[in-house]
């Protein structure tokens, strides 16, 4: 399945800082003295908010005016510029939210090179702002930058470029060490955590459990040293648990570990709606408890995990409940996840035509927006369908252009799983050379991915699969993992 974008918790630490901030101003400048920069600024706080509560089909249109009011202002070039990147971020974080990995790049593009812009700037020779409140920031051009990367790598981890979101999270993570030393803002330990997520879930594509684990127990020392991040994203650390025994082939441990994340999610959401009927304000953190991008994710991973278990009524009854034809998702990646699920369902059942119906779905969705795993994924499925009936070459057109896609993520399950059907189709095509070839590359990665599932269940922090309620047992999460990628590779 592909991952969940949480762009919503950067959000929730940039409402804290910024109405802080605010308040400051509107006590000291009256609303309607405002220039058109203030303007701008607060009908972005208020796209962001939006965005918190998913509200998409809002965002769009308040987003477009303010693009117009900034292509517009000729105002302080520093000023402008920062207002441009806050602008940019929420239109890149509104498509990665609703999954379109593809339709994001121009916008993407747009903000990496704006966020060159400020750095290049020296506001030194600058002359100073004509308004006093032109000196306020929504974010210190050092976490922008550390934002940027944050997105970049959001980005990279859908569409399945792994070796890009390696490079752009050890910038990030050496650029928040440096940070750090003098600054002790919460909203670094939140991208810090963030980082993280998205990296472990890289390494479980790549292969790398070892590794995985490792930064698993460094985000559960992030969530220690910041409590109010482990009610924000004990689920994900949970999830995050659930993928990597999922990799390891403990399926019981996945089952309670992606149990327990909906269990979490559950639980938030009863809390939020009993708030609710209380008429209590909302905070920002209240938002979080409607997270159907992570709910989806999380269940999409534990049909899975039910499927390879024979677990068929608990499959059943949780399919109900994540049918992309009854359950449409606002993400289009989790709605072609969903069908891709549905695919894998019918192949299990051996109802070969409908689970052709459901991939090609899946395929068509994911190739219209550039997921490439999860049309890796398809590819390989509907070759090992094609393998099943007979259609050898059916199959080799499906199971070629996987292979070749999985190599370039690298995904090591796909090449793998690729690698065995190869060598089938070569020894029923009667060509036994390369049907050694393909039986060799199967050996191989088989047995890379034994001696790394052996190399990692000898860590101490492999037990942390065992953990399925309460505080993180910071006795099992022993280091703090690899600061970035290059301490240990």
């Known amino acids: 399945a592909q991952t969940w974008s949480p762009v919503v918790h950067v959000f929730v630490d940039c409402v804290s800082v910024f109405t802080c901030s605010t308040h400051c101003m509107i006590v000291t400048f009256d609303v309607l003295s405002f220039l058109s920069s203030h303007r701008v600024m607060f009908m972005l706080s208020k796209a962001m908010l939006l965005l918190m509560d998913k509200k998409f089909h809002e965002v769009h249109p308040l987003l477009a005016v303010c693009n117009s009011m900034l292509e517009s202002w000729a105002g302080h070039p520093t000023h402008r510029e920062t207002l441009r990147v806050y602008l940019l971020v929420l239109q890149v974080s509104n498509f990665l939210m609703v999954g379109q990995v593809k339709s994001v790049k121009p916008f993407l593009k747009q903000l990496q090179q704006s966020i060159q812009t400020i750095t290049a700037l020296h506001t030194d020779d600058e002359s100073p702002p004509s308004h006093p409140a032109d000196l306020f920031q929504w974010l210190p051009k050092e976490h922008m930058c550390v934002l940027v990367y944050l997105v970049t790598v959001m980005h990279s981890m859908q569409a399945g470029y792994m070796d890009k979101a390696q490079k752009y999270t050890d910038k ?44 698993i127990s460094q985000a559960c020392h992030v969530c220690h040293e910041q409590p109010k991040l482990f009610m924000t994203h004990g689920a994900q650390l949970h999830t995050l648990l659930g993928l990597y025994a999922m990799s390891m082939g403990c399926l019981d441990s996945a089952e309670g570990q992606l149990n327990a994340a909906l269990r979490i999610m559950t639980n938030t959401m009863a809390a939020s709606r009993v708030a609710s009927s209380s008429h209590q304000r909302p905070q920002a953190e209240s938002r979080l408890s409607q997270q159907p991008e992570l709910w989806m994710f999380t269940s999409l991973n534990l049909a899975i995990v039910y499927l390879r278990s ?95 896609l999985a190599s370039k993520i690298p995904d090591v399950d796909i090449q793998m799983w690729s690698a065995h059907l190869l060598k089938d189709l070569y020894h029923m095509m009667g060509d036994p050379i390369r049907a050694g070839e393909g039986g060799q590359m199967h050996y191989n990665f088989s047995q890379q991915q034994l001696n790394e599932r052996f190399r990692s269940s000898q860590q101490i922090e492999h037990n942390l699969i065992q953990w399925l309620d309460g505080p993180c047992p910071m006795h099992l999460a022993v280091t703090d993992g690899p600061s970035h990628s290059g301490t240990i590779l």
């Open 310 to 404: 024979g677990k068929n009524q608990q499959l059943i009854s949780l399919l109900e409940r994540i049918n992309p034809d009854t359950y449409p998702s606002s993400s289009h990646a989790m709605t072609a996840a969903g069908y891709y699920i549905r695919g894998l369902q019918s192949f299990f059942q051996e109802r070969y035509h409908e689970a052709k119906r459901y991939l090609r779905e899946t395929l068509k969705m994911s190739n219209a927006e550039d997921l490439n795993r999860l049309t890796s994924c398809s590819l390989v499925l509907l070759g090992h369908i094609f393998l099943s009936l007979g259609n050898s070459r059916e199959s080799m057109n499906m199971v070629l252009p996987a292979m070749q």
């Open 172 to 215: 990030a993570l050496m650029q928040i060490e440096k940070l750090k030393i003098l600054d002790s803002s919460p909203i670094l330990s939140t991208f810090q955590l963030m980082l993280l997520e998205h990296i472990i879930m890289c390494r479980l594509v790549m292969g790398q459990q070892s590794i995985a684990v490792q930064e």
